[in-house]
Structure formats: structure tokens, C-alpha cells
């Protein structure tokens, strides 16, 4: 069997590594800075011009020059699904149907797990006052 003396550590020791001030401190800033993260990142996404479709065209453009210069001349995987839109607007309009899908699916999930969520919190609070002693 190992010694676990050594594994014990002296109260100074404990003091400074369990520090909760400053535990305390670290824990507040870092959820500050998270949040701070969150919402530049928010406004980076919402800064993206929709309505401009030139770096669509230009991607477009590029694998069209990449196709002939590798000499594909069959029209590839993308061209077996008919709606599959071969413009740049097209593929712009396609962007925005998928993403306003997965809006609608994100909201409706939250609205159902908001909802389980509260009534698990109303079971446990009722199951809290009953079996805790006043």
C-alpha cells in the first residue's frame, strides 16, 4: 500500500491553493469576458451582408476556373439534385431558406425544453418543501 503522508498538504498550503477570494474573483471575470465574447461574436455575424453575392459569385467563379483547368468537363455531384441552384442569388436564397429553418427548429426546441425544464423545477421545488424540515 502506497504512503499517503505525503499526498497530505500543510494548512498553508491549503490556504493558498483554496483561496476562495480569489477563486471567487477568476470565476466573476471569466463569466464577464464570456459574455463580452458572445456578444462580439453576435455582432460579427449580424454585421454579414446578406444582400451581397459577390463573394458567392466569386467562390462560384473560382471552382468553375479550378473545374476547367483540371479538365472535368462532367458536371459533378451538385448537378444530380434539380434544386440545386447554380446562381449566385440562387445559392443566396437557398442559404436563407436553411437558415430560417434552423431558426424555427432552434425555437421550437426551446420553447418544449423551457417548458420540461419548468415543470421539473416546480416537481423538485414541491419535493424540496415536503421533505425538508422548517
Avoid at 9 to 38: C, M, P, R, Y
Avoid at 77 to 97: F, H, L, Q, T, V
Amino acid at each position: 500500500m502506497a504512503d499517503t503522508s505525503t499526498l497530505n498538504l500543510d494548512s498553508k498550503t491549503q490556504e493558498i491553493a483554496f483561496d476562495t477570494n480569489i477563486s471567487h474573483t477568476v470565476v466573476f471575470f471569466a463569466a464577464i469576458f464570456s459574455i463580452l465574447w458572445g456578444l462580439v461574436n453576435a455582432m460579427l455575424v449580424k454585421s454579414i451582408d446578406m444582400d451581397n453575392v459577390a463573394p458567392v459569385q466569386k467562390a462560384l467563379d473560382e471552382a468553375e476556373k479550378l473545374k476547367q483547368e483540371n479538365g472535368d468537363n462532367e458536371a459533378g455531384e451538385d448537378s444530380e439534385d434539380p434544386d440545386m441552384p447554380k446562381d449566385a442569388i440562387g445559392i443566396r436564397d437557398r442559404i436563407r431558406y436553411i437558415g430560417d429553418t434552423i431558426t424555427e427548429g432552434a425555437i421550437s426546441f426551446l420553447k418544449v425544453e423551457y417548458l420540461v425544464l419548468s415543470l421539473f423545477c416546480v416537481v423538485f421545488a414541491i419535493v424540496l418543501a415536503l421533505t425538508v424540515d422548517w
